[in-house]
């Protein structure tokens, strides 16, 4: 089918391909038990990735300080944020009903970012398969603290792995890797900022710099793994490693909304807006949020005007098959973290069953909305992780948000409703870098 052929499906395709910022409702979306029955994956694989966790998390502790006080677990918690709900209701002249708050994974230890989640899980998991092959660990009830010891260091460093990226990824796996006592390559596409670079070398890893986009920096990283039989590729386009780490976020969220009282119920829906790159994070954390809370959930994905990669996919069910500039799009975005032209297929054609729908944002109030945040509530983002915050505005603000509350008849419990916009990354950008993002959007905050 021809693009026009898709505009007389998806009419919002038009408004897409315009650089127009859309509240997309998915249609393909027919509830979690149909999304279940056809799904590969289940809860059982969410539950072994959630043991697996908890095997490495005395390890984790003892060389990571900053997650001691959750024992090991890489979690980050829950702020809300009612100056910057005002602000948005401000902005965009509607009055968000429900509560609003921030996911901070801007904070999470270890790597300041929602990479931390998967990356480090699927190195992990590597390091225990190989691991428990060579007969250093003797089984699942072994102690996992001995990773830290110099046997299964000295093993470790004769293997490599290699990571392409446009920067976070190449954190998470950089520092796990290392910490594990691996040799970690890490391929770098044009986005990625000089301050990862030095990050990463300052940890010993290695970097290579490539004048291409992502999808090209990641080939290439994949080509020079494959050549090498001790080396591993860190795949974010194609691994369900990476995917089943970011899975377990439904349990850990339910225990915090536990812990404050929140419930999700039928009166009580919960929204969930996720920055999405390649869709490994959006996509895990709304399958694990949905294996919990049913249909009580609404997971959108959250992209860039210039990088609707995710959106596209799924409008087109092209899925990996086509990519932004395929569409006539720029590809340019300043939200580097999803600077991905081409989405993953399997996640996208997995999550077409389970996401309620997407959302899509300017640059202009991407760059507004950072400085706004960071006035408001005091909260410095980096710029993708904003993607997701007028989600909540825009559910009320926008035809087709209204539409898509009365599908399901949701309109008498909003005031009852939990907003969750997960702020994706921020603590580890340095201060100046910062303050230059402050500065560009400031003539743009409404005075
Ligand atoms: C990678 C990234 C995302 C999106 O995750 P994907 O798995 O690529 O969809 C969102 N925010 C930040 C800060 C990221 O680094």
Request: include cysteine.
């Amino acid at each position: 089918m021809s693009l026009d052929q898709y505009l007389s499906k998806q009419p919002q395709l038009a408004q897409v391909l315009n650089y127009e910022p859309i509240f997309w409702i998915n249609d393909h979306y027919h509830g979690v038990d149909q999304a279940n029955q056809v799904s590969q994956y289940s809860v059982a694989d969410v539950k072994d990735a959630e043991d697996r966790l908890a095997r490495f998390a005395p390890f984790i502790a003892d060389r990571f300080p900053d997650t001691q006080a959750n024992n090991g677990l890489i979690e980050s918690y829950i702020s809300k944020t009612d100056q910057f709900k005002a602000y948005l209701e401000d902005k965009y002249d509607t009055q968000i009903k429900g509560d609003y708050y921030l996911k901070r994974d801007d904070d999470l230890p270890i790597a300041g970012t929602i990479k931390a989640r998967g990356a480090i899980y699927e190195v992990l998991k590597h390091a225990e398969d190989m691991a428990l092959e060579a007969g250093l660990l003797t089984g699942y009830d072994d102690d996992y603290r001995k990773f830290a010891s110099d046997d299964f260091q000295n093993f470790f460093k004769d293997y490599e792995i290699v990571v392409g990226t446009t920067g976070n990824l190449g954190i998470s796996s950089g520092v796990m890797g290392a910490a594990l006592g691996f040799s970690v390559t890490i391929h770098m596409s044009e986005e990625a900022k000089q301050w990862k670079k030095d990050f990463l070398r300052s940890h010993g890893i290695q970097v290579v710099e490539h004048k291409t986009n992502f999808t090209e920096a990641v080939n290439q990283g994949r080509a020079a793994s494959d050549a090498d039989p001790k080396s591993y590729f860190v795949d974010d386009e194609h691994s369900v490693n990476l995917f089943l780490g970011y899975t377990v976020a439904g349990s850990r969220l339910k225990q915090q909304l536990d812990e404050a009282g929140i419930v999700v119920d039928a009166d009580h829906p919960l929204f969930v807006f996720n920055p999405c790159g390649i869709g490994g994070s959006p996509g895990g954390i709304c399958f694990g949020l949905k294996q919990i809370f049913g249909d009580h959930v609404h997971c959108f994905f959250a992209q860039p005007t210039h990088m609707p990669s995710m959106l596209l996919g799924v409008m087109t069910e092209k899925y990996a098959g086509i990519s932004v500039t395929d569409a006539g799009l720029d590809a340019k975005t300043n939200m580097d973290g999803l600077a991905v032209p081409r989405t993953s297929g399997f996640v996208a054609e997995l999550m077409h069953n389970y996401f309620n729908g997407g959302i899509t944002i300017t640059e202009e109030d991407q760059k507004e909305l950072l400085t706004a945040m960071i006035d408001t509530e005091n909260i410095p983002l980096e710029p993708a992780a904003l993607a997701g915050t007028p989600g909540p505005a825009m559910l009320f603000a926008t035809e087709a948000g209204q539409a898509y509350l009365d599908k399901y008849d949701l309109r008498d419990k909003m005031d009852q409703a939990t907003h969750i916009a997960w702020a994706t990354g921020g603590s580890m950008v340095p201060a100046d870098e910062m303050q230059a993002f402050y500065d560009e959007g400031k003539d743009l905050v409404a005075k």
